[in-house]
């Protein structure tokens, strides 16, 4: 059976506005833990527009924000020093963005259900695990694409926006996909040679299939924030649902229940020894969560009501604590989030 999955670095545009808005978090969780907080982010070119809603004792300036917009990207690593490298017409650096924060508070409407400890909206999210341990319960083609990724964008001497796509047939890698911005021809068989390491010989490695790929980031690509669910959870393998788990605090169904999912998947992938397969179910302002866990052939495993608060899910996966940033670095599940608590079961 041939499979595929793909996987993009922090340096794609569209991660880029994720880590932001996640970073931003974590600076509103540092000062108050019961921050509630939904804010989007979209960039192009040099300019970032914040826009949500924001209920917290924590109070930030538009100026406070620019400079965590600042950090952030800096942090992805596009600073002075490589927009300098690539051109201003190339890339993008932290310093030199132009921020344009609207943000407003959460609707008292939506905060009724959420202040009774019940779900901040209705919602369906699906979880997915591996039978085996080999990467930490994740498909096999989406973990290569990811470590591929993660390789170039750490050793690669390339561009920071990165994409790579893995194809599979049963167990065998038979293709690589990688796009990687490139100045220079030694970079691009560096860029090899880092894939070759993951691929047997006979795979065909596929670098910038047009042939160039030098302007990169937000001056290439608009970015928006939750634009790559499926890299950020199962790639080919599973059904995502909800919406973005990133821009969202622990009150949030779309994080805290897609968390629970893959919680829920792992326990059954290991107890039954089969690909466990989640799905669940939430009302607004109630704790009733209906869920179904299933194999690959549709046989149910288990199905039910489970009554679960959001406080419950924020203590047990430690949402009150500034790791929202991390979360978003490199996807939500498996080897790379091994630390969370629901990578533990």
């Known amino acids: 059976m041939i499979k595929f999955s ?3 670095s922090l340096g794609h545009p569209d991660k880029t506005a994720d880590y932001i808005s996640q970073y931003i978090l974590d600076r509103y969780i540092e000062n108050d833990p019961a921050a509630r907080y939904a804010v989007e ?6 300019y970032v527009t914040l826009a949500g809603e924001v209920t ?5 300036t538009d100026k406070q924000l620019t400079e965590f917009v600042h950090e952030a990207v800096n942090r992805i690593g596009y600073t002075a020093e490589y927009q300098s490298r690539w051109g201003v017409n190339n890339t993008i650096a932290g310093k030199y963005l132009i921020v344009v924060p609207r943000i407003g508070q959460q609707s008292g409407d939506i905060a009724r259900g959420v202040e009774d400890d019940g779900w901040g909206d209705q919602g369906i999210f699906f979880g997915y695990a591996a039978p085996d341990g080999t990467y930490e319960y994740m498909p096999a083609d989406y973990a290569l694409a990811r470590r591929i990724c993660k390789a170039l964008f750490e050793n690669g001497g390339g561009g920071l926006d990165i994409k790579t796509q893995v194809v599979m047939d049963g167990d065998k890698v038979k293709k690589v996909i990688a796009a990687v911005p490139i100045l220079r021809a030694d970079t691009k068989v560096q860029a090899y040679n880092i894939i070759s390491k993951y691929v047997p010989g006979d795979a065909e490695i596929i670098i910038n299939g047009t042939g160039q790929y030098i302007r990169h ?7 928006t924030t939750g634009r790559k669910l499926v890299v950020d959870f199962y790639g080919g393998a599973s059904r995502v649902g909800g919406g973005a788990p990133w821009t969202k605090d622990g009150s949030k169904a779309d994080l805290t229940l897609n968390l629970y999912a893959r919680y829920l998947a792992r326990i059954a992938a290991k107890k039954y020894n089969t690909e466990a397969y989640v799905s669940l179910a939430c009302c607004i302002g109630k704790a ?7 194999d690959a052939q549709g046989n149910i495993l288990d199905e039910g009501v489970n009554v679960i608060h959001p ?3 924020i203590k047990r996966f430690n949402l009150d604590t500034p790791i929202y940033a991390s979360m978003c670095e490199w996807g939500l599940f498996g080897e790379y989030q091994k630390d969370k608590a629901w990578e533990q079961e």
């Open 6 to 8: 793909e996987y993009v």
């Open 41 to 46: 982010v979209q960039i192009k070119d040099h």
């Open 56 to 60: 917290s004792k924590q109070k930030f």
């Open 217 to 223: 980031s937000t001056v290439a690509d608009c970015g």
């Open 288 to 294: 009733d969560v209906d869920f179904s866990i299933c």
């Open 311 to 313: 406080s419950e899910l």
